[in-house]
Nanobody, 116 residues
Framework: QVQLVESGGGLVQPGGSLRLSCATSGTIFGIVAMGWYHQAPGKQRELVATITSGGITNYADSVKGRFTISRDNAKNTVYLQMNSLEPEDTAVYYC??????????WGKGTLVTVSS
């Protein structure tokens, strides 16, 4: 059974940094892309960043220049380095994996709170 487990969330002051990790267990065939989404209270889940198996990255405009996504293909692990955090970044962050076979996997999320 495939599981995605996020870690690294927490409370941080504005301007601070956090590094999120998403570890996977189980066998996932044909991974095309891994990514991070976030969902703020009362809002829809939104894309934060994705990275393909070839290393091509894509970012939401709101995080460009502040967040960096990376992955370890051997471990099927994806990371999100978040710098210069803003209160607007407060949300639950979810890890996502998409495969060429149309399968999509989600983690349960990790809460990031940016507040002084």
């Amino acid at each position: 059974q495939v599981q995605l487990v996020e870690s690294g969330g927490g409370l941080v002051q504005p301007g601070g940094s956090l590094r999120l990790s998403c570890a996977t267990s189980g066998t996932i065939f044909g991974i095309v892309a891994m990514g991070w989404y976030h969902q703020a209270p009362g809002k829809q889940r939104e894309l934060v960043a994705t990275i393909t198996s070839g290393g091509i990255t894509n970012y939401a405009d709101s995080v460009k220049g502040r967040f960096t996504i990376s992955r370890d293909n051997a471990k099927n692990t994806v990371y999100l380095q978040m710098n210069s955090l803003e209160p607007e970044d407060t949300a639950v962050y979810y890890c996502n994996i998409g495969t060429r076979y149309g399968m999509t996997y989600w983690g349960k999320g990790t809460l990031v709170t940016v507040s002084s």
